[in-house]
Structure formats: C-alpha cells, structure tokens
C-alpha cells in the first residue's frame, strides 16, 4: 500500500486547509486511516482517525470541533478539512493506514503499518 498525501500549505490563523491522502496498491488491507502531525523538535502525535465503515471518527482533543475526517472508499482516499487554524496547529501531517481492525480505534504510531510522505501545514498569526 502506498499512501500519497497533498493540500498543505500556508494559512493565516482562523483560516482552513484541506488535505487528502490517496491510497494505491493492495488497498483492501486498509481498515483505519488517520493522520498524524510532527512539530519541529517533538513528537509525532496523533490527529484523527476513521474506520473503514460504519465507525465513527476520532479525534485528538486539540482538534476536536475544528478537524473533520472522511473518506471515500471508492477513490481509496481520506480527507482532513481543517478549520479555524491556529498557529499550534503548524507542522507536517502525514496519512498513515493500518491493516487490521482495532477496537478500540488506533492512536499510536505502531498500529499504523503504512505511512504517506509529510506534507507542510503552517499558519501564521
């Protein structure tokens, strides 16, 4: 499985981006995608999350009521719209799949066993 991320870029704080994250290959072994962001100097955290089908999304505190996941398992894609943006929210998000289900629902790097390229968010105050 290969996992393709775009849509960061620079944004004024309150503003909003969208990110998308396309998987190819073998990508019925895909159950959870999420999205994970890496600060510079700290650790990669976890962002959001969503099952294949029928399980509600997830998300990190610092998120929740601002991030909306999706996906679409027909183009194999997820999706993470990002509003009212703060300057804390900078950093390189990156898609990542697991393959298996996990109950409950996956937040830490190692349940995710295919990971997509970062791309940059930064918004500026």
């Known amino acids: 499985v290969q996992l393709q991320a775009s849509g960061g870029g620079l944004v004024q704080a309150g503003g909003s981006l969208a990110l998308s994250c396309a998987a190819s290959g073998r990508t019925f072994r895909t159950y959870h995608m999420g999205w994970f962001r890496q600060s510079l100097g700290e650790e990669r955290e976890f962002v959001a999350t969503?099952?294949?089908?029928?399980?509600?999304?997830y998300y990190a505190d610092s998120v929740k009521g601002r991030f909306t996941i999706s996906r679409d398992n027909a183009k194999n894609t997820v999706y993470l719209q990002m509003n009212s943006l703060k300057p804390e929210d900078t950093a390189t998000y990156y898609c990542?799949?697991?393959?298996?289900?996990?109950?409950?629902?996956?937040?830490?790097?190692?349940?995710?066993?295919?990971w997509g390229q970062g791309t940059q968010v930064t918004v500026s105050s």
């Open positions: 969503i099952g294949w089908s029928g399980s509600p999304p």
């Open positions: 990542a799949s697991t393959n298996r289900a996990w109950v409950p629902v996956p937040t830490t790097e190692s349940q995710y066993v295919y």
